[in-house]
């Protein structure tokens, strides 16, 4: 039996493995819809944070929330895309980590999402909590501790 090191990683904060706010593609309140599509076709991501000038977090804007809004009854409404604005149709209902929360309370929040945004006591963003950021670690850890086991 290996042991995963699970202490090991009970001691990091969300600080430790979040990507920080400079490397997170978003947009800023008063983009159009036709700004945030351009950003995440660029991107290939498929929700990002909406921000204000401040690094305020706002919401979440995704392909689906954009698609679902400019379909009208009869036909795509694509002069929606200019003429809507992102905080018109963005997630305000998102979950939020803070700095030192702990990675068991970010498991927890990333089973049902993707990716959840870090902010300070202030409501600035801070960065993102990814899956792929806490499976990496898991994965390290497991390597860790089989490599352990073989050199017993
Ligand atoms: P998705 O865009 O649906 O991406 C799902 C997964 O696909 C990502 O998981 C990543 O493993 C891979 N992926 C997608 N686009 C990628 C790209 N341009 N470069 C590298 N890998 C890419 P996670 O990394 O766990 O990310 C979960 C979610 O977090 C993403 O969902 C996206 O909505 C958001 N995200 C991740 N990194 C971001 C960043 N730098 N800026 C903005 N949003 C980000």
């Known amino acids: 039996m290996f042991s995963l090191g699970a202490n090991e990683l009970m001691g990091l904060t969300i600080q430790d493995l979040m990507i920080s706010g400079d490397k997170v593609a978003h947009?800023?309140?008063g983009n159009n819809l036709e700004h945030a599509l351009l950003v995440l076709t660029k991107?290939?991501?498929t929700a990002i944070p909406v921000l204000d000038p401040t690094f305020t977090l706002h919401g979440l804007i995704g392909m689906n929330l954009i698609?679902?809004?400019i379909f009208g009854l009869e036909?795509?409404?694509f002069e929606k895309l200019e003429n809507m604005k992102v905080e018109e149709?963005?997630?305000t209902d998102i979950p939020r980590l803070y700095l030192h929360d702990t990675i068991e309370k970010g498991l927890d929040l990333v089973v049902n999402h993707p990716f959840v945004c870090v902010i300070n006591e202030n409501n600035i963003f801070e960065g993102i909590f990814t899956r792929r950021a806490i499976l990496k670690k898991v994965k390290k850890q497991i390597q860790l501790a089989n490599n352990?086991?073989?050199s017993e």
């Open 89 to 91: 149709v963005m997630n």
């Open 27 to 29: 947009v800023q309140i």
């Open 75 to 77: 036909r795509i409404e």
């Open 148 to 150: 352990g086991n073989d």
């Open 67 to 69: 698609m679902d809004n």
């Open 43 to 45: 991107t290939g991501y």
